[in-house]
């Protein structure tokens, strides 16, 4: 009996012994094989990517669809099977920069190899400057300001720059003559909404565009009827709208309510108006934005994500969702165009610093270029500013159709 | 030992906030020369003493001098930005010199800032006063919301609400645009240096606390009538105490400012200075221990809370009011007043020996 007892334990001895050594075999394959070439092309390991953005606060609808988006993504590309996987961690930042630095400190401590953020202009920029000194990666889905990626050969954007944004609207406009006069209402207390109204300002004076009311709202402001009653008493035709979707809802609330209907023109931040609780969609009806992404597009991809999305989240993804989505890919895809250049790669322990310098070889490499929901056939420049084609959406029964 | 035994009850409060501020800085120094601390808590080293000396010098206006001020973080922001114009000035200057005449002249301006506007509202009281350093506050926001500042070779040009009034050589630089702030600041603030203000707050306020101008200052708080009929003048100390905290404020706001790489003026809104008055409210109004604690906790607080994803915010609220509970709990605080004592006559006690 006691023959038989020992006997048991000396092989459950055995089996842990044997089960740790294989846990500590993979580790230490995993730190030897970091940035060395396992000679088959293949990208295997786990890699560690770190979200941050607001979750919850005034812009949480932003954060969370970044999150949801990637998360998708994620999910996606684990279920693959190809020895590649990524972990995912999200931190919530409130729009706030100094409650981000504490995020991708979080992150930090975690162990974050790569991040995708910030989602948020002002955070992405103290998180940058940051993540620049410590030689961390960043993808940022959806901070538009060139603030964000000046003189960080670290940092990049998956979305249009600012000034991008306010001249492609102007050019836009002009082009498919949706109007001479202009009104512009924006936040001039917001850096993205200030960035896209002075660039849209100077391509429409060379445009021939003619602005004839300008004004100014900030944070707190829900009353809009001066600055809509300024755009209607000088005539204007179209209002062009460089702001986010909250007062955005209410200026088209007000200006229905004061019986005037010019045609509305909004930016990517007006993407999300129609998820809005209580807020009545057809006075959004005709509302044209300029977004890289429509959820109504065809294309297998498109569709793939959407139906994922909607069936887990239970709304249709918004072009941040869809950004979030693209991060991941984008960082899969140069990984992968790294591999297959190298002779493989293994990311697991690899450490941000030598991510980050391979990440940076390969997106500021000019035979790379990655596909996603929001475009195909992405590519950067090296001062970080992502380079595809706007598309322009207009609200029609309540869903972003192309135009 | 002796000099502690013999300093008086005041005193002796105030050795205690230095002991608790150098052991403060003796320790997480230590932990951050061996390695031992997390990124987390490293990150936020600087702007934890940058709260607290903003929650001393609230306390000051609060607990002392009996207004309350809703517009604390106006003055913050004042001493941000004119840190951020002045050590980008300074480009050519060593490290220290920079961020020594950043805070320097930031607290400077602020206490202007200060000054002035004290001239209308202290001559309000209670609610009124309140109501109207929250205008205040507001106004500084929008103002610096409107600035536009840039450097080249000709000097500072300033412009308001159009960037394109600046009148700058093509070289010039852009460091403060409106809305959108400050981009690109140079992280010059140390730990050590953050310590050294606070230190250095801490013995101004201390000793202005306990000086003849102290007394007057909480004599006018507790009764103004009989203060002013015994000759003192309510609105000079007031001022005298809005301007001093109104310029360590500024000092604050400079060293935070040097830390981030980014400022806008949003940051620097009536949540920011509600959220220095829960600092002084729950550390004990007129209480500068209290501050500096409730400052250290309340703002590690929200990251240690992580873990709750989502329902973080609302476990920090519940902490706020278990928190409020406790503190006003008389049984508890008798406990604590005793457990005190113990620990001061044990002290006293150690010293005669020796």
Redesign the interface.
């Known amino acids: 009996m006691k023959k038989k007892l020992l006997s048991l334990i000396m092989t459950g001895a055995l089996v842990m012994a044997m089960t740790a050594c294989g846990g500590e075999g993979t580790a230490a394959g995993g730190n030897g094989g970091s940035g060395a070439a396992t000679g088959s092309g293949e990208l295997t390991g786990t890699l560690k990517l770190g979200v941050i953005g607001p ?2 606060g005034g812009a949480a609808i932003y954060g969370n669809a970044v999150a949801n988006g990637t998360q998708i993504a994620v999910d996606e590309i684990n279920a693959m099977g190809t020895g590649f996987t990524i972990e995912l961690n999200a ?2 930042d409130e729009h ?4 981000s ?6 992150l ?2 975690w162990g974050v190899q790569a991040i995708a953020g910030t989602v948020t202009t ?1 955070p992405c ?2 998180v940058s ?2 993540a620049n000194s410590d030689r961390v990666f960043m993808l940022t889905p959806s901070a538009s ?1 060139t ?1 964000v990626t ?2 960080k050969d670290n940092v990049f954007q998956l979305c249009f720059a600012d000034p991008n944004q306010g001249s492609a609207s102007a050019q836009y406009i002009s082009d498919n003559n949706l109007a001479t006069k202009v009104a512009v209402i924006y ?5 993205y ?3 896209i109204y ?1 660039t849209f300002k100077a391509r429409a004076a060379e445009l021939g565009l003619e602005i004839v009311s300008e004004t100014t709202f ?2 707190d402001t829900t009353d809009f009827s001066v600055q809509v009653g300024d755009a209607q008493s000088n005539g204007a035709e179209l209002v062009f709208l460089p702001i986010y979707y909250t007062p955005a809802s209410l200026i088209l609330q007000q200006a229905a309510a004061a019986g005037y209907a010019p045609k509305f023109f909004g930016v990517d931040g007006m993407d999300g108006i129609l998820t809005i609780e209580g807020f009545d969609t057809s006075l959004a009806e005709g509302v044209m934005l300029l977004t890289p992404f429509s959820a109504d597009a065809t294309d297998e991809r498109t569709v793939n994500f959407v139906k994922t999305y909607t069936e887990k989240f239970g709304e249709v993804p918004s072009q941040f969702a869809a950004d979030g989505y693209d991060c991941a890919y984008a960082i899969m895809a140069a990984l992968q165009f790294y591999a297959d250049k190298n002779g493989g790669l293994d990311v697991t322990g690899m450490s941000a610093e030598q991510l980050c310098d391979i990440l940076i070889s390969v997106f500021t490499d000019a035979d790379f270029s990655a596909d996603g929901v929001t475009g195909l056939g992405m590519r950067w420049d090296a001062n970080g500013q992502v380079n595809k084609e706007p598309k322009a959406v207009v609200i029609k029964d309540g869903v972003y159709v192309g135009m | 030992m002796n000099i502690y035994k013999n300093a008086s009850v005041a005193s002796k409060k105030a050795f205690l906030n230095y002991a608790i501020v150098i052991l403060f800085f003796v320790v997480f120094q230590t932990l951050v020369n061996t390695g031992s601390i ?7 080293l600087i ?1 934890i003493v940058c709260y607290m000396i903003m929650a001393v010098s609230l306390n000051l206006v609060v607990g002392i001098s009996g207004e309350l001020s809703l517009g604390h973080a106006g003055f913050m922001s004042v001493g941000a930005f004119t840190a951020v114009i002045v050590s980008a000035l300074m480009s050519g200057a060593s490290n220290s010199s920079r961020l020594f005449v950043s805070i320097l002249v930031g607290a400077a301006i602020a206490a202007l800032a200060g000054f002035l506007i004290g001239i209308p509202v202290l001559r309000l009281n209670g609610d009124y006063l309140a109501i109207v350093t929250l205008a205040f506050g507001e106004i500084i926001k ?1 103002i610096l ?2 600035l536009y500042v840039g450097i080249d070779d000709k000097g500072v040009h300033f412009a308001f609400n159009n ?1 394109n009034a600046l009148g700058m050589d093509p070289l010039g630089k852009e460091i403060i ?5 400050a ?2 600041i140079k ?1 010059i603030a140390t730990f050590p240096a953050a310590v050294i203000l606070l230190l250095v707050v801490l013995i101004i306020i201390q000793n202005l606390v306990n000086s003849r101008t102290g007394r007057a200052i909480m004599a006018i708080r507790d009764n103004r009538i009989a203060a002013e009929s015994m000759g003192l003048s309510p609105m000079k100390y007031k001022m005298l105490a809005f301007t001093v905290s109104a310029s360590m404020a500024g000092a604050a706001g400079a060293i935070y400012a040097l830390n ?8 620097f809104d009536f949540n920011t200075s509600i959220l220095v008055l829960v600092f002084v409210v729950l550390g004990g109004i007129g209480n500068m221990t209290g501050s500096l604690i409730a400052a250290g906790v309340l703002v590690v607080l ?2 240690l809370l ?1 873990k709750f ?2 329902y ?2 609302l476990v920090y609220a519940i902490v706020l009011i278990l928190v409020m509970l406790v503190t006003n709990n008389e049984k508890l605080k008798g406990r604590l007043d005793t457990f005190v004592k113990k620990l001061g006559m044990r002290i006293s006690k150690g010293g005669r020996k020796k």
């Open positions: 979750l919850t931190q919530d706030d920069a100094e409650k630095v504490n995020a991708y400190h979080q930090q401590d002002t920029i103290a400057a940051e300001a603030s000046e003189d936040n001039n207390a917001d850096a909404s200030t960035g002075q900030t944070d | 997390t990124s987390a808590l490293k990150g936020q702007p929008n919301n409107c960037p645009k409106g809305p959108m702030g981009v690109g992280k981030i790489s980014t400022l806008v003026p949003k940051k929200p990251e992580r994803s989502d973080r915010m």
